[in-house]
C-alpha cells in the first residue's frame, strides 16, 4: 500500500521527463522480475511480468511522434526490446531478458538525468487555464456533449 501511495505522489510531482523515467524505471524492474522468476521457474509469474513489460513498451511506443531519425530510432529499439523479451519467455532465456535490460537502461538514464535538469531549473509555471472546457449533461434517454469555444460560449460537441 505504501509503495502505491509513494509511486502516486512520485507521478503527482513529476514533470514530463520524469513520467518518461518512471516509465522506464517500470520496464527495468518488471525485467529483473522476469530474470528471477525464470531463475526459479515460475513461468506464470514471468508471463505476468513480461506482460507488464510489453505494457509498458506499448505505452513508451505510442508516445513517439513524427519521422525523425530520433523516433526512428526509439520505435526500433523499443520492437528491439520487445522481440528479446517475446524470444526470452518463448526459449527461457535469461541473456535475452539481460540485454533487453542493456538496451534500455540508456534510456532510462537519460530520461532521469533531463527530468532532474528539469525539476533543476526550478521553473515553475502557474496553473493555466484550460484552453476548452467540455462538460456533459443527460436527460430522459439522452446524452449532450458541450464544450467552451474559444470565445467563451458553449456550443454543442
Known sequence: ???KEYLASRVANANEAQ???????GLL???????DYLKVSAYKKLNNSL???????AELLSTIQGNSE???N?????????QLITEAENNKNIEKLELAIKVITPLYEGW???GERAGSQGT???PQAPKIVAGMTYGKGQLNDYVVNNNKEWQKG
Open 1 to 3: 500500500m505504501i509503495e
Open 19 to 25: 513520467l518518461v523515467a518512471i516509465l522506464y524505471e
Open 29 to 35: 524492474d518488471v525485467l529483473e522480475d522476469g530474470i
Open 51 to 57: 506482460q507488464k513489460a510489453r505494457a509498458i513498451l
Open 70 to 72: 530520433i523516433a526512428s
Open 74 to 82: 526509439l520505435k526500433s529499439l523499443y520492437i528491439y526490446a520487445n
Open 112 to 114: 532521469k538525468e533531463l
Open 124 to 126: 515553475v509555471t502557474s
